[in-house]
């Protein structure tokens, strides 16, 4: 039984890279695993560290409310019917908490409130604007003077600034300590060990409170609770992190095998691209010939200098076959690119936007009736433009089109553009391209006409005999300022303007090339005294002719 070369060569090269490919696999496992345990055990120790002062921040914070709450005799005196004990009472306590302050660095404002005298006095460690002071102060009256109690650490959002409190109110009374969260959660963010890792706190509802720990990009979550549970803190294990614990030797191994894989792939993609896939265009072209395709040619490019001369040998003989058929083809594919030019230059987005502008102008000043001429014009030009491409029109349509256009213009430009169309009478059924006309008009406006004073615009058809043929010859002239040398210039070496520049004069001299199959059809030069002259000679028929589809935009 035959067997195909190509086919047990695939097999085995597959199952080669398979092995290759499994054993990489099983490296990259294994270490990831090693160093994945090891980072995850770190952040854990380091979570447990960072939990336990976060934990000693809010004990000592508690031991500093009981000091303030039941270890100072001027609580009564706030609430005296004589000022002056209440005065020194505040002074006493203001002292105290000041006093206490100095042991506990970690609390940001004390504030006693007490309700019968709406007294209210505190303390910072820190500076805050009046602002924000007050703000923590109304929060500690209202406790006091409703009697809510807050004996739990709650969090909060005064004046913008994200807080940490605690509330004991009795009697009247209302004592609160205040901890920014920035500067509570800010101390052990330095330590060593979490540049790879992310901090997040979290209430008991589980919502975020501080930090962004939504665990993308990370390995592992891991949580500790943080008084009794109220407070959870999150830290997150980044991926880069994991890389950094993978030892250096480790990643030289990985990257021998790696290249080692690289390099099995690249033979089995050298012998691929060698042998088996031009040893396979050669049985299909072989197959296809046998068939009856004739047409058939190696089209693929070979590294390889044998097989690169069996393809010059096989597409030799078929060359003389396909030639003239291949010919036609690219004819047909030029010209329907160059349609596609054509089209896209006649529609132009700009247009409808000045006539949009047009129309806005004219209604700002109450010219109803020039609106509804202007829309009547336009629409005759949109449905002109949307039917132009490789096919032809009479003179007399054009010439129609081209005065709806001036009569479009002179709506924007009043009284700047003088126009005259002189045209034989026998010239008006005869056959140009659609738009020719128009294409030079509209630079004429684009190009020619100045802000002030008056364009004058020729347009003259007759026919004429060119080398015993009739021809159709059309001169558009102005009295502006002619062309520019390097539009001239570039105009004569017949090639297309990079930039785009007059890219509408380039595109009519191609069309014309195209649909009759003959060269300078289409010339422009400037008057000796003013202004620019742009000429056309039309043969009776074109060569090449697209069919219109006017059912398409009607």
């Not at 970690?106 to 505190?122: F, K």
């Not at 959660?185 to 790879?196: A, I, P």
């Not at 690219?330 to 006649?346: A, I, N």
């Amino acid at each position: 039984m035959t067997t195909s070369f190509i086919s047990r060569t695939r097999f085995f090269l597959g199952i080669l890279h398979t092995i290759l490919l499994a054993m990489v696999a099983l490296f990259i496992w294994s270490a990831w695993s090693t160093a994945s345990e090891k980072m995850t055990a770190g952040t854990a120790n380091l979570l447990q560290v960072y939990g336990s002062e976060l934990d000693q921040k809010l004990n000592g914070a508690n031991l500093l409310l009981q000091r303030i709450m039941f270890n100072n005799a001027a609580y009564d005196q706030l609430q005296s019917a004589d000022e002056t004990q209440r005065v020194y009472a505040s002074l006493a306590l203001k002292k105290f908490i000041d006093d206490s302050l100095l042991f506990d660095t970690d609390v940001d404002m004390v504030v006693v409130a007490e309700s019968t005298w709406n007294t209210c006095i505190d303390q910072s460690n820190v500076t805050m604007t009046l602002f924000l002071r007050e703000a923590l102060r109304n929060v500690t009256r209202d406790c006091a003077r409703t009697g809510a109690v807050r004996s739990q650490w709650k969090y909060g959002e005064f004046a913008g600034e994200p807080f940490l409190y605690r509330v004991h109110t009795w009697n009247g009374y209302a004592t609160a300590i205040f901890m920014q969260l920035n500067r509570f959660m800010g101390t052990g963010q330095q330590d060593d060990g979490f540049e790879d890792t992310s901090l997040g706190l979290r209430d008991e509802a589980g919502t975020a409170i501080w930090g962004d720990v939504t665990g993308t990009g990370s390995i592992s979550l891991q949580e500790y609770a943080i008084d009794n549970g109220r407070f959870t803190l999150v830290a997150a294990t980044h991926m880069a992190g994991l890389v950094k614990q993978i030892r250096s030797h480790v990643l030289w191994l990985l990257a021998l095998m790696l290249v080692s894989l690289f390099f099995s792939f690249r033979f089995g993609r050298q012998l691929q691209s060698d042998i088996l896939n031009p040893m396979v265009d050669m049985q299909q072209s072989m197959e296809q010939i046998v068939a009856g395709d004739v047409e058939h040619r190696i089209t693929s490019t070979y590294t390889s200098l044998e097989f690169s001369l069996l393809k010059k040998a096989f597409n030799s003989l078929m060359d003389q076959i396909v030639g003239l058929k291949i010919a036609g083809y690219e004819k047909q594919l030029q010209l329907q690119d160059s349609e596609l030019k054509v089209v896209r230059l006649q529609i132009k987005p700009h247009f409808f936007l000045n006539a949009l502008t047009t129309i806005s102008s004219l209604s700002q000043q109450g010219k109803n009736d020039l609106i509804v001429t202007y829309i009547s014009a336009l629409s005759k030009n949109i449905r002109y433009m949307f039917r132009s491409g490789l096919h032809t029109v009479t003179l007399a349509d054009e010439i129609t089109h081209v005065e709806n256009y001036f009569e479009m213009q002179d709506l924007k430009y009043p009284g700047s553009v003088f126009h005259f169309i002189d045209m034989e009478p026998e010239a008006a059924e005869w056959k140009i391209p659609q738009m020719l006309i128009h294409t030079i008009i509209e630079n004429e406006y684009k190009y020619a006409l100045q802000p002030e004073g008056v364009l004058t615009i020729l347009i003259r058809a007759g026919l004429k005999d060119v080398d015993g043929k009739p021809h159709l010859l059309i001169e558009i002239e102005d009295d502006g300022e002619g062309y520019p040398d390097s539009v001239l210039e570039e105009f004569r070496s017949h090639d297309a303007p990079q930039d785009g520049h007059r890219l509408g004069l380039w595109s009519i001299r191609r069309m014309l090339e195209l649909m009759y199959e003959e060269q300078n059809l289409f010339t422009i030069a400037n008057n000796t005294v003013q202004g620019c002259m742009n000429r056309f000679l039309i043969p009776a028929e074109p060569r090449q002719e697209n069919a219109r589809e006017d059912k398409w935009y009607l």
